[in-house]
């Protein structure tokens, strides 16, 4: 029996001993890519080997490439500030529009924002929900877009059941309310790929404010890899709904894994071209920021 014990014992220290097994797991960057002709429609119909993938400018292996029409998870930020009063019933309308036009297996959620930001229908697929919280008219205060998207943020990284996520924003003017800092909101998009989408409705704005807002939109956007778009009125909202739906529809998902899998903090920048013929435009989050917050970037 003392034998048998010190076998055991034996055996344990041997054990204890050991190296630990060594396991490791490359990263995969997931991006998501919209392609547009030069009359700024979604081009469909491409196969993986009309895309190149580039990280700090050196290519990446393509492991992953899908271009069906995958469902999203989108946050619907409609702005309900005083400037939006005569213009609510149009954009209400135009965004039930959005929600019919989108694949019927997306989940949605709506935001509504002013001075502060409220979610008032939680995610669903129930499209009389949504219809219910786009509907508001209560239009007063100030414009605080970017905390709206903060929350929107938040919000999807805790709600989502999609792989796939975007954030579109409605708005009439330039933020004037938020406490978030831009660059916070884009970081956070990148990190958590969300593309952001943007119309803004600034053709009753004053030239500087109309120039600024633009301008914040089109980073926004850019970086996310998301589209803003600027109607030349409020009547044209109704055509940039159901083209909105259609370009985010028509996105292609692309999946690398970097050869420099450091996880280094440092920001990756990312490009995607497509090799054809015809004068084409790609549009894709403009990077990310190699940490080890999550298994995914």
């Known amino acids: 029996m003392i034998a048998g014990r010190i076998a055991a014992a034996v055996a344990a220290a041997a054990i204890a001993h050991q190296a630990p097994p060594f396991r490791t797991e490359a990263r995969l960057v997931v991006v998501r890519a919209t392609v547009r002709n ?53 954009v209400e309308a135009a965004a039930v529009a959005f929600a019919h036009a989108s694949n019927p297996q997306d989940e949605m959620f709506v935001l509504n924002f002013a001075d502060k930001p409220r979610i008032d229908v939680p ?42 996520r975007a954030i579109v924003v409605v708005t009439d003017g330039n933020d004037n309310a938020s406490v978030v800092a831009p660059e916070q909101v884009r970081v956070e998009a990148q990190q958590k790929e969300i593309a952001i989408y ?44 159901l083209d909105l739906a259609h370009q985010i529809r028509s996105q292609y998902t692309i999946g690398y894994t970097p050869r420099d899998q450091a996880l280094d903090g440092t920001f990756r920048k990312i490009e995607v071209k497509v090799t054809s013929g015809d004068r084409l435009t790609v549009h894709t989050r403009a990077g990310y920021r190699a940490t080890p917050r999550s298994g995914r970037d």
Not at 75 to 88: E, F, I, T
Not at 201 to 214: G, I, P
């Open 198 to 241: 943007a119309v803004g409705l600034l053709n009753d704005a004053d030239a500087a404010k109309a120039h600024r807002a633009r301008h914040d939109l089109d980073a926004l956007a850019d970086a996310t890899g998301g589209l803003a778009y600027f109607p030349e009125s409020l009547e044209a909202i109704d055509a940039v709904a």
């Open 38 to 90: 030069a009359r700024g429609e979604a081009v469909t119909g491409l196969d993986r080997a009309a895309f190149r993938v580039y990280e700090n400018g050196r290519q990446q292996p393509i492991s992953l490439f899908r271009a069906d029409d995958v469902p999203v998870s989108i946050g619907l930020l409609v702005d309900n500030s005083g400037s939006m009063r005569d213009k609510r019933a149009r």
């Open 123 to 164: 995610m669903t697929t129930d499209s009389k929900r949504l219809e219910a919280g786009i509907a508001r008219v209560d239009s007063i205060g100030g414009t605080a877009l970017r905390d709206a998207v903060a929350l929107a943020e938040t919000y999807l990284a805790d709600h989502a059941s999609r792989d796939r």
